[in-house]
């Protein structure tokens, strides 16, 4: 299984790849039964979803989210790209069996790494299927003006979200885009990213908004800028 075409998995299920990552995505699902197998749960869930029409946030929630930036001190954050942020769960014995047998060649140590990182992928698909298969899954989308678009999935029953971002408009040298969770008039990262990328976030029930603002390489411990984005949750 190719790990990073695999990635491409629930974005390709939310209809937020461009033509050319569609089509590689596609060429790899006829040769990868694991990613076929995956693609079919997601399909099912996500189905009745729909497609999200882009909305303009409510005024009144784009005020409480301005206000909140720089008016109470924020949690430090846990910085993490957003492709990378999964956890840990084995799922597929077969095929961290097969891996190892490939990495037993170039060293013990190989194994050990692979092992995780397939453990890691298969959380985070879990995680995913979880949230488009809740019943109260609810989808909406926003659209940068100069191209890109953010999706986001929610469901208070799981408590969690899947945000995809695609083709957002290109940053300078050392800046990222970094999203942020605003509960209580705090801010709270949930990871960085340059123009696409996809999470989970969980612990949804006090969170009024998701906003993205661009910050310097690396995150930042609050919000610099104001939002170029925010939606929501």
Known sequence: ??????????????????????????????HCPDCSA?????????????????????AALRERLLSAIGSVPQDRPIVTSLSARTGLRRRLPQLVAAAALVLAAAGGGGYLVERD????????????????????AATSAQDFPNGGTVRLVTSKKRDAAVVVARDLPALADGKVYQVWL???AKAESQGTFSR?????MKDLASADQLAVT???????????TAPVLDVPV
């Open 182 to 184: 605003i509960k209580s």
């Open 117 to 136: 990182r397939v453990q890691d992928r298969e959380q985070r698909i879990d995680a995913i299927t979880s949230v488009l298969g809740a019943a109260d």
């Open 38 to 58: 995956e693609l079919g749960g997601l399909q099912e869930t996500a189905t009745r979803l729909g497609e999200a029409q882009s909305q303009e946030p409510p």
């Open 1 to 30: 299984m190719t790990t990073d075409l695999h990635s491409l998995l629930a974005p390709y299920v939310l209809d937020a790849l461009d033509p050319d990552e569609r089509n590689r995505f596609e060429a790899h699902l006829e």
């Open 214 to 224: 661009v910050e310097p390489s690396g995150g930042s411990d609050k919000p610099t």
């Open 196 to 200: 696409s990328g996809e999470m989970i």
